[in-house]
């Protein structure tokens, strides 16, 4: 069996004395001395040989322990971090897995809580990374002209900025893609080549073959540059293409095509979400209103499609609660109207936070980012320890 090292942190006698007792249960791991100071912890810690435990109370002395945690998380690759504290929020639990912890249980410890959770940081020990917490998000209109392909590339670039982890972005619009336009791209390998290849792709074949936008965490895949190749595309191959590709990104952002095409609802079927995108006039607005009648006859989740007003102004004749009460849904997100910051930005070919970063919409764009993150972030924290929260 491999023999696991633990370190134990804890400002309660009492605390760590049962840690140690049921710790005692285990052939495997070894019980590090712990310090009183967080340099020397985190000394100790870097240098064990093999895999190691760090399990830490945070009922007191938060902020220090959460700094600690995030140094750990950082410079220990082989150490893994159970969390404890005797008053849990959704927001502290938030914080702590953000720095870098893998579990949790409140104080007072429930012996089965306890001995669950680390067992659950052992397995994962021996088990290969697997990124299953993909999330796809369609960028939809039913027409085009709205604002599709600004919000999907300019969304997937703040989401790798913001997350650092890997961000693709796929042109949906085999006729007429934008993405290579709007991004300045000359793509080598296009969606065609892909699910030709589909049989040989892994992570080193994405990452080698997808076109990295500069230096950044964002992989594009582009339309194919032939009508011809793109008639040959079968719904079921999109699927495929997500279900391979969620291994390897944490995001996928689709520029959806304005159509209900087989293949364009096979990736609507395979979104996480749907940025369902309008403006505040009446044609666009009866459209939309189509769409989420379709949407209800796909048997999709209500809160599936979330609506986005862009070209947002707040002199528009027709007003937010207007578009509300036509559409009978919350508007999720607004996108100021600014001609000029994104014309000037797509006749550059480069996004509106290069060319005009300071701009309300290039802040638009970003906040929605970094807002959709957080909510999914929250959303699995209070799937993950909803017992816990529960409890309180
Ligand atoms: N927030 C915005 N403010 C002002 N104009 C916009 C905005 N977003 C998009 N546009 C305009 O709409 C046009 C179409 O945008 P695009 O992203 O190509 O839409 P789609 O992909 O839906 O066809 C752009 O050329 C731009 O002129
Ligand atoms: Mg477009």
Known sequence: MQKISALILSDEISTNEVLKLFISEYDNIDLLESSKNYTEILDILSNTIGKSVFIVDLSNNKQEKLDLILKISQ????????????????????????????????VPIIKNEFIEALNKLI????????????????????????GKTSLASNLALELAKITKENVALIDLNFQMGDITTFLDLKPSFNISYMLENIDKINETFLLSTLERYKNTNLY???????????????????????????????????????SFDGKNIAALDNSDVIFLVTVANLPALRNTQRCLELFEKLGYDKDKAKIIVNRYMENDEIKDTDVEKVL?????????????????????????????????????????????TDNLYKQNMVQKFENILNNQ
């Open 220 to 258: 594009v895949l582009a339309d194919p540059p032939y009508f011809k190749q793109a008639d040959n595309i079968q719904p079921k191959q999109i699927t495929r293409l997500f279900n391979t590709l969620k291994d390897t990104f944490s995001y996928i952002i689709v520029d959806a095509e304005a």
């Open 328 to 372: 009978s849904r919350p508007i999720y997100w607004k996108i100021p109207n600014n001609y000029f910051a994104i014309m000037s930005a797509i006749n550059k070919g480069v996004p509106v936070s290069v060319s005009n970063p300071t701009t309300n919409v290039a802040q638009s764009y970003k906040d929605l980012a970094q807002n959709l």
């Open 75 to 106: 410079q220990c690759p082989d150490c893994s971090i159970l969390a404890l504290s005797d008053n849990p929020s959704v927001d502290l639990i938030i914080k702590i897995m953000r720095a870098g912890a893998k579990e949790f249980i409140p």
């Open 123 to 146: 397995y994962k020990f021996n088990e290969p990374k697997r990124n299953n917490k993909c999330k796809i998000i369609s960028v939809f209109s039913n027409k085009g002209g709205i």
